[in-house]
């Protein structure tokens, strides 16, 4: 109870901390005007940029191996301090208690807190992913200060922003702790920045802003950027709107975009052509609106890009460094060469096919507002943010053949669902005014639309409070962090000497310590391995000398004939039988099951030095 108590404040104090890290930024960029319902940018917009300048300051640290459980302690304390000092003295009035917005508020803030809350604890997460790879590279990164993982397929896609953002939360607590992150901080975040699109806040705007942040129709499968994603694109977008006229902007506010922008992109590789197609179609459409000169247009998208470009730095030299490349998939660092693990050499036709059935499924409702593509010329802000999203999605299904449909909506979620409720809170403002400027008596139009749809809001929150009840309950007092399965592991390392490199292929690496031994986990075997490449096909002995011209010595292994940890992982024989309908999965078996056989195979031929509670470590010799 304590602990759980413990980091649901640690939380709250985190996006207290984005948002006055954010009021740094804003006093950097000239405190731009006109960001929200006031004279300068609501406290979600301000969260956003906070939330930009963290990825960026992770990404130095990180580099420099500080990004430890203290410096992210350090981030988050000097943050809320930060905003504490920066808050004026609060006006209260008793007349406030009456106001229609102020009961909203309340109602609203009641019902993100009860998510935030079912999302604190929970052992809910998917195995393969994050048990593998995303909350390795949490620890990793409290425990060693930096994210080095050259086998791993996902560190190769990601540059690391959004761990060093779970690293925030799990600093104050364990891996129980790693979803909060991205359900519970990132959603009010997001609840923030929605409601600060409307200038004058009426209940129906609050309730949108709920529906909005909560209810998206979202393939969630595991702790990695969702809702933090979409964070960012409505920052841009948010901030975008604060810059209409970007060939007068000045120099600071180009250097703001430039951070969201890296922000963005240090999450999740993929999100930098998104984020490129966004800001440049948007300049575009701004210079067609405007016909003044192109030069400056030009400069100014230039000089964003630049910024963007020096901000992610940090992280490309990093990615440099683990994965043999500053940036993937332009340079290919340490993914194995002739391995199926993007395009599965489809033809023409079948990537057609694709496409089709992308766009005939239940996805294409987050391009419906395109219809009223005519109404959205006034908010060309919106119009980009479409533009990123149909380029990014097409883009998407070309390289990711091998995924299903609701795979790459996972993907696409971000920037999909970021134009989808930009331009509906567009369409909404727009049609508010229409009716406003009709005069009739009685309940308007407007308001009669307005009681409609918070009426509608209010009955999916009765659905969702006692699906985030139950969700709590289902959770409470269960934990990741098994001692009996931690003192297991505990005792296979201590096998092995401190200080020597280990490959790992187990259900949890996260119980390890990365401290006492450099910890190289084989993420999904023939996709990711330093040059040469790990050997395929060759048996045991090809295996054996690939690791020792990489001066690896020592081998730590799961049993693969039994579940243990997770009864649903890929670490077993049977994956191919029990994953045949999954395409990627009948591609790769091949490669899992051969690993598989030549790891066993060694593990007999050379010296063991640990064989119990279904985990075996051997030396190489």
């Not at 940029?49 to 500080?66: H, K, N, P, Y």
């Not at 040469?532 to 002995?541: A, H, N, Q, V």
């Amino acid at each position: 109870m304590l602990q759980y108590i413990i980091v649901f404040i640690w939380g709250l104090l985190t996006v207290l901390a984005f948002v006055g890290w954010g009021e740094v930024v804003n006093r950097l960029a000239g405190r731009p005007q006109g960001g929200g319902a006031g004279h300068g940018p609501d406290w979600g917009l301000k969260a956003g940029w906070g939330m930009a300048l963290a990825l960026f300051v992770g990404g130095v640290a990180a580099l420099l191996s500080i990004a430890t459980t203290a410096f992210a302690i350090s981030f988050v304390l000097v943050g809320a301090a930060l905003q504490l000092a920066f808050l004026a003295r609060p006006r209260f009035s008793v007349e406030i208690l009456r106001d229609p917005r102020f009961i909203a508020a309340c109602v609203a803030a009641a019902f993100i807190l009860l998510q935030y809350a079912a999302w604190t604890h929970t052992i809910a997460r998917n195995c393969n992913d994050d048990d593998i790879a995303y909350y390795p590279f949490i620890i990793r990164l409290l425990e060693t200060g930096t994210l080095i993982d050259p086998f791993s397929i996902r560190r190769l896609v990601s540059f690391g922003g959004h761990s060093f953002l779970q690293s925030l939360i799990v600093a104050a607590g364990s891996v129980d702790n790693g979803l909060l992150l991205d359900r519970g901080v990132a959603v009010i975040i997001n609840y923030g920045l929605v409601l600060g699109i409307f200038r004058s806040r009426q209940p129906v705007h609050y309730a949108f802003a709920v529906l909005m942040s909560v209810f998206l129709p979202i393939n969630l499968v595991n702790s990695f950027s969702a809702y933090t994603g979409l964070a960012m694109f409505l920052t841009l977008y948010r901030t975008l709107t604060l810059t209409p006229d970007p060939d007068k902007a000045d120099l600071r506010r180009l250097i703001l975009i430039g951070l969201i922008m890296a922000g963005a992109s240090s999450m999740r590789t993929h999100f930098i052509l998104a984020m490129a197609v966004f800001a440049t179609s948007y300049w575009l459409f701004r210079y067609l609106e405007q016909r003044r000169p192109a030069r400056r247009y030009v400069v100014s998208l230039i000089q964003s890009g630049l910024a963007s470009a020096l901000f992610l730095v940090p992280w490309m030299a990093l990615l440099q460094i683990s994965s043999g490349t500053p940036l993937f998939p332009l340079f290919k660092g340490n993914q194995k060469y002739g391995v199926e693990m993007f395009d599965a050499s489809f033809s023409v036709a079948e990537h057609l096919g694709f496409f089709i059935d992308f766009l005939t499924s239940t996805e294409m409702v987050f391009f419906i507002p395109l219809l009223f593509a005519a109404r959205l010329l006034k908010y060309p802000a919106a119009l980009a943010l479409y533009a990123a999203a149909v380029v990014g999605s097409l883009v998407l299904l070309f390289i990711f053949s091998y995924a299903d449909i609701p795979g790459i909506a996972r993907y696409a979620h971000p920037f999909t669902s970021a134009a989808f409720i930009c331009a509906l809170a567009a369409l909404l403002s727009d049609l508010r005014k229409k009716f406003d400027d009709t005069e009739k008596e009685g309940i308007s139009p407007a308001q009669g639309g307005d009681i409609i749809f918070v009426v509608i809001v209010a009955s999916l929150a009765l659905f969702s409070i006692l699906e985030d009840v139950t969700h709590l309950q289902a959770n409470w007092g269960l934990t990741l962090d098994k001692s009996e399965r931690r003192a297991a592991y505990a005792e296979l390392q201590e096998s092995i000497p401190e200080g020597a490199s280990f490959l790992t292929m187990v259900d949890r690496p996260f119980y390890f310590d990365f401290t006492r031994n450099d910890v190289l986990g084989i993420d999904t075997p023939g996709t990711v391995s330093p040059a040469p490449g790990m050997p395929f096909y060759k048996g045991p002995e090809a295996l054996k000398s690939y690791l020792l011209s990489l001066s690896i010595r020592y081998v730590a292994f799961r049993d693969f004939d039994n579940p243990i940890d997770c009864i649903s992982g890929v670490y077993n024989r049977w994956v191919g039988k029990k994953t045949s309908s999954d395409r990627w999965f009948s591609m790769q078996e091949k490669y899992y099951l051969d690993v598989m056989d030549n790891i066993q195979a060694l593990a007999v031929s050379q010296k063991r030095l640990y064989d119990s509670n279904g985990l075996t470590a051997f030396e190489i010799r």
